[in-house]
């Protein structure tokens, strides 16, 4: 539709050609309105009984809600309307009519179980506040990728059908490739980091990671969405400054650009872009001030693993994103580095938001020898990562990187209850479809 105008542009005085959903018919006896919904907003339209064409008003007073009209006429001020303007039509032309049963009320006005809702997405997204969450998650990711090449970094795509798992063996998708074996990806992680012996040295990854993950909970999907990030030169400390930065400009953009539908979610006031150094802990200090809390039935004692109520519990007395470094290295993957004076430490760091972990990252061991040796005591065979391995005998620089989730960065930064909601058709343990 060549001539259409979005409504929020309608101006007095304007002929124009609205075009989008019916939101509602109010009927008041002489006078109708049909008020009709696009992308941008909403308008107002004037139904005079005895003053308008017949057929016209029928026309829109009998359309059902939901459907999809265009409607062509002037744009008259009217300070009663709801945007301060209506039209006053000359046409209207019914597109597409809607069921007057529909499995879900777009208006709102009627709560929807969330199961409901992913059952029917493309009406779920006629609400405001919905809609609000993925023009968030789209600036986000447009100003993550603004970052990454403010930092110099070029974004690149790795497949995702893979031969061999990363991110341990439970939680691979297998899948038949012309009668091979094969499985989704968990992750870029050996991708993104030979690409930081290529000629490109450092890059960014956008893409979906897949994890077989049993479990059902609040912040897991079984196809989610990674971004990632690797480069050559440098350690763990200058990839954690990155991963700071490339986070405080996802709230930048949306700070910056999404104001209304931060108004639409209650957002507006409260939503601060975070200031200052992000704490940086390390794994010892993290597990002493989780025992401090009093919060855990059984005392953490070094090389467990931090329970989601540890997590919560130091979330909570630390209060903003921070850092959790130097790990035991036998609870991180082998390509993860050791710091060179103590083998029993990594260089692996989390970053974590107080509600949940946003990131794993670290140093990458780009010795060959130690590489190999990281894969046979992590149970993997070298010789089934050798596409991989043999790049680090031709000159591997020493290199660090992560991987930041996506929807839980849209889902903490929002406070969404549920990650689901931060996804438009999430793969969990019940859903494959739509
Ligand atoms: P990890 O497995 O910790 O590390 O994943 C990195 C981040 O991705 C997000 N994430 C998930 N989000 C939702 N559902 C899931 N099932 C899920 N799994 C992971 C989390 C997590 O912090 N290769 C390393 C990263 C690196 O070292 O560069 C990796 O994949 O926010």
Known sequence: MQNRTYTADAEPGDSVTVAGWVHE?????GIAFLILRDKSGKIQIKLEKDEMDEELVETGLDVARESVVSVSGDVKEEPRAPTGVEVVPEDIDVMAEADTQLPLDPSGKVDAELSTRLDNRTLDLRKDEVKAVFEIRAEI??????????????????PKIVATGTEGGTELFPITYFGQEA?????????KQLMVGSGLERVFEVGPIFRAEEHNTPRHLNEATSID?????FDHTEAMDACEHVVKAAYEGVAENCQRELETLGLAEEFEVPEGEFPRLTYEEAIERINATGELDEQLVWGD???????????EDVGEHYFITDWPSEIKPFYIKDHDDDETLSTGFDMMHPRMELVSGGQREHRFEHLVAGFEQQGLDPDQFEYYTKMFKYGMPPHAGWGLGGERLVMTMLGLDNIREAVLFPRDRQRLSP
């Open 25 to 29: 018919v109010r009927d008041l006896g």
């Open 141 to 158: 990711l447009r100003s993550v990728r603004d970052a990454f090449r403010g930092l110099n970094a070029t974004e690149i795509n790795t």
């Open 183 to 191: 499985f989704m990806n968990q992750s870029p992680q050996l991708f």
């Open 229 to 233: 990030f690797e480069s050559a030169f």
């Open 305 to 315: 693993d931090l329970p989601t109520e540890g997590e919560r519990a130091l979330g």
